[in-house]
């Protein structure tokens, strides 16, 4: 009976734990409203900040992994309308271009903000520039191999999970691929076509794919070098490595600003991910304010084997204008000649520079060529010194037309220091007398 | 002994009972948390006019969702789709309600749609793609009450053939699913071409390979459901030659051009090169072949263009029907048994369906339809 007794009690004491556990309240009250009260919320907060101000906004999209960035504008409108704005290749296949024309386009459908497990921004009607990332349909060749993408397309996002709001910037993460990205303000009275145009320039002032390689700057004076710029998805590795073994890509998307890795980098400790394209046209990175990508040395990138630099005739100065004066004079009264080029390259076969003229003659051009190396000085600068020696129409033309002397003469023995308008691409030089700037002349790649 | 274990049992049983009710007791439930929705249509929408005739004609009169702002939450997450266009949603809506919600009250009364018609319809813009079968989903019913209506956004308005096979078809199609998930079809429909489903390998299967099994279409012999589906379906919207051709090809014997691979393609005719009938024969497709008729109305058949080495056309011959399958006397079995059961079951007349459908279908105004969409105030 005791036995019984004392079972019971335990019991009694379990039982009434356990009830005792259930019956205090299941959460605390951290919240001062519920969860739908709190979703509906941020669902219409978000509303409020994507149509506040005009409602202009510029999107970083991305699909995957695998491809570029690409910028769009889109204004949000109170009425659940939105236009969308972007000009890349993927539109100009829309729209039946060729895939590497990018191409302008603009188109209204619908948005909202939709409440799945948070706010989730919506594009919820097709839009045809947009929506061609999101779509299954088999995607076209870029290369050689023709995969059959279809059930798949880009795999790109069109709904996404609103994460944050600050600082005019928005926060987003594509729902189903997971993708993170941002959308920043814009001003209202942004014109979209206008925008867009100074997005592609400025992707078309960065890489330019004559420059076969660039270079990441790190502060602790270490190189990445960094090939394929002109397609956005970034083949790097440290300077030194091995090409083969230790490259990797990153795809990056081309801004109205600069350019910005799809994820943040960190190499040697740094973390870069944001670039500002600055006056020198180079880029600077916004996270740590020093690091740089830059192309080479501007003397190294002179002196590229496989360049030919051709002379700008209309961007001369100093002696050197006087003397292209001179030499087309002369060229006129020899024969009516006329000047077509004039051109610095490397021949290889004799390791050596050659300045070349172009000599239109009776419908045939006539190529005198005069002998030179060109020595590197420091970062930015060359000398010139030529050997004395030519090719057999040389020696003709410089008797007949002693300005080409007096030409070479300008250069001889000189220090020209070289300048360009981007430092990522430059693939105009202005190279200037170092002891007289004011004679100069400008080569183009 | 046992009592005093019955009063244990019994103490313990009162001392929960009444702990559990007073911790019970302070878990009322109260008022909702979820906000009321307000379905006040917002003039200033730029979606107002197609809001206020879906509401209108859809939600007030058949309590029915119409869905074309795609939230990707309502699909299958395994695929990849795209919202349809607004412009094509606007379509859509208004020849679903002329060529299937208009049609249902005309020959089945105004209650009939109310009762069994699907609650929720939502447009999706592409087609949901298998990749590993190389198949794509153009619609779909789901219990009982929810039509996905796919490859929106490739609709051509004035291609009546394909209007015909991916949307009016589907519309009626996943209709078919809806009503005989609501009411079992009789189960001799199943036995018909028991035997005769493929479900894997029915993409690879050629048009006139199942008609002559007794399949309206591919799809249709993957599996019974499916069968019964495109049965009533093809059957309510193919125009009369479009129909009378399945029956040809269901008439007709087949051959595979290569037995040893099941995507090959299968022949209805053959010949033999220069005529010479010791030679191994070869296949022609039905695109290849002339019919001509004499005036005691024999009928010729010619490999057309070509002529053997004495310059004699080159003759056809039918390959010979050996599936022992009376694919015509299927096909119109299968109708027969939709058509008694929607008759006894449903009260709805297969044949003044089709004839209503039909009538529709040839001589609708896209314009004057959108009309119901633009005008509204």
Redesign the interface.
């Known amino acids: 009976?005791k036995k019984?007794f004392n079972?019971?009690l335990l019991?009694?004491v379990a039982?009434?734990s356990l009830?005792l556990v259930?019956?205090k309240n299941e959460t605390e009250e951290i919240f001062d409203d519920?969860?739908?009260?709190r979703l509906?919320k941020a669902k219409a907060d978000f509303i409020k900040i994507l149509t506040d101000k005009g409602g202009k906004w510029q999107m970083q999209y991305y699909a995957n992994s695998n491809e570029p960035g690409y910028v769009y504008v889109m204004t949000f409108?109170?009425?659940?309308?939105v236009t969308i704005s972007g000009k890349n290749e993927w539109i100009g296949y829309v729209e039946g271009e060729s895939l590497k024309v990018p191409t302008y386009g603009s188109q209204t459908?619908?948005w909202?903000v939709?409440t799945?497990n948070g706010p989730v921004l919506?594009?919820?009607?097709?839009n045809?520039y947009f929506?061609v990332f999101?779509?299954?349909?088999d995607i076209p060749s870029m290369s050689d191999e023709d995969p059959?993408e279809?059930?798949?397309?880009h795999?790109g996002d069109?709904?996404f999970d609103l994460m944050k709001y600050s600082g005019d910037t928005l926060y987003i993460s594509g729902?189903?691929y997971g993708i993170d990205m941002i959308m920043t303000r814009l001003d209202a009275g942004i014109d979209d076509h206008v925008y867009m145009d100074e997005v592609v320039a400025m992707a078309d002032s960065f890489f330019n794919a004559k420059i076969p390689q660039v270079y990441m700057n790190l502060p602790n004076d270490t190189r990445w070098i960094i090939k394929n710029g002109a397609t956005s998805i970034l083949k790097m590795f440290r300077e030194g490595d091995d090409e083969i073994s230790t490259a990797v890509t990153h795809n990056v998307i081309i801004t109205h600003d600069g350019l910005s890795f799809m994820n943040p980098l960190t190499i040697d400790g740094y973390t870069v991910q944001n670039f500002i394209r600055q006056a020198d046209g180079s880029l600077l990175c916004r996270d740590d304010n020093e690091t740089t990508i830059t192309a080479d040395d501007l003397n190294k990138v002179f002196t590229i084997p496989t360049f030919i630099w051709k002379v700008d005739t209309t961007q001369v100065g100093g002696a050197f204008a006087t003397q292209l004066n001179t030499l087309k004079n002369e060229l006129n009264d020899y024969g009516k000649r006329k000047l077509t080029s004039i051109q610095i390259s490397y021949d290889a076969d004799n390791s050596r520079y050659s300045l070349i003229f172009g000599c239109l003659y009776q419908k045939k051009t006539f190529y005198p060529t005069f002998y030179l190396k060109i020595e590197p000085v420091g970062d930015d600068q060359i000398k010139f010194n030529f050997t004395g020696e030519g090719d057999a129409a040389s020696a003709v033309y410089a008797e007949k037309c002693p300005a080409l002397n007096s030409i070479i003469g300008l250069m001889n023995g000189n220090t020209f220091t070289l300048t360009t308008s981007s430092l990522l691409a430059p693939v105009d030089m202005k190279l200037s007398d170092s002891g007289n700037g004011a004679n100069y002349f400008v080569c183009k790649l | 002994m046992k009592k005093i274990k019955f009063y244990i049992s019994a103490l313990l049983l009162v001392a929960v009972s009444a702990m559990s009710l007073s911790s019970c007791s302070e878990d009322k439930l109260g008022d909702t948390i979820f906000p009321d929705v307000d379905e006040t249509l917002d003039p200033s929408s730029y979606t107002y006019q197609l809001d206020k005739f879906l509401k209108q004609n859809y939600l007030d009169k058949y309590n029915l969702t119409f869905l074309y702002k795609m939230p990707d939450v309502s699909t299958n997450m395994n695929y990849n789709l795209v919202p349809a266009t607004y412009e094509n949603s606007i379509d859509l809506a208004v020849l679903c309600k002329h060529l299937w919600f208009d049609v249902y009250d005309k020959v089945a009364g105004e209650d009939f749609l109310k009762t069994y018609g699907p609650r929720i319809i939502l447009l999706i813009g592409s087609p949901a793609y298998n990749p590993t079968s190389g198949t794509e989903i153009v619609g779909l019913a789901e219990g009982g009450i929810k039509i996905s209506l796919f490859k929106v956004n490739a609709m051509r308005i004035n291609d009546f053939n394909m209007m015909n096979e991916y949307y009016f078809k589907t519309m009626h199609h996943e209709f078919a699913h809806i009503l005989h998930q609501t009411k079992t079809y009789p189960n001799q429909f199943n036995t018909i071409s028991i035997g005769h489903y493929d479900s894997n390998n029915w993409q690879d299967r050629s048009e006139g390979q199942v008609a002559s099994l007794g399949f309206v279409t591919t799809y249709a012999s993957s599996e019974f459901r499916e069968d019964f589906a495109e049965t009533i379906a093809n059957y309510i919207v193919k125009t009369d030659a479009q129909w009378n051709h399945i029956l040809d090809l269901a008439s007709r014997g087949w051959a595979s051009g290569d037995e040893d691979d099941v995507t090959s393609q299968f022949y209805c005719y053959y010949y033999y090169p220069d005529n010479d009938v010791t030679r191994d024969l070869e296949y022609v497709s039905e695109f290849n072949v002339f019919i001509e008729e004499d005036e005691d109305g024999t009928i010729h058949k010619y490999w057309r263009n070509n002529v053997d080495h004495d310059g004699n056309r080159i003759i056809v011959y039918d390959v010979e029907d050996k599936d022992g399958i009376d694919g015509v006397q299927a096909i119109l079995d299968k109708v027969n048994i939709a058509r008694e059961w929607l008759k006894t079951d449903w009260n709805v007349d297969l044949d003044e369906l089709r004839k209503e459908v039909q009538t529709r279908q040839i001589s609708y105004n896209i314009n004057e339809l959108r009309k119901w969409v633009t005008e509204i105030q």
Do not use: Q, V, W
């Not at chain 1, 519920?34 to 009260?37: G, S």
């Not at chain 1, 999101?134 to 349909?137: G, L, N, S, T």
């Open positions: 009976m019984y079972i019971f019991a009694l039982l009434a009830t259930s019956c519920d969860a739908i009260t509906e409108r109170n009425d659940g309308s459908s619908l909202d939709i799945d919506s594009f919820n009607s097709f045809k929506h999101a779509d299954p349909e059959d279809t059930g798949y397309g795999e069109y709904e729902k189903k």
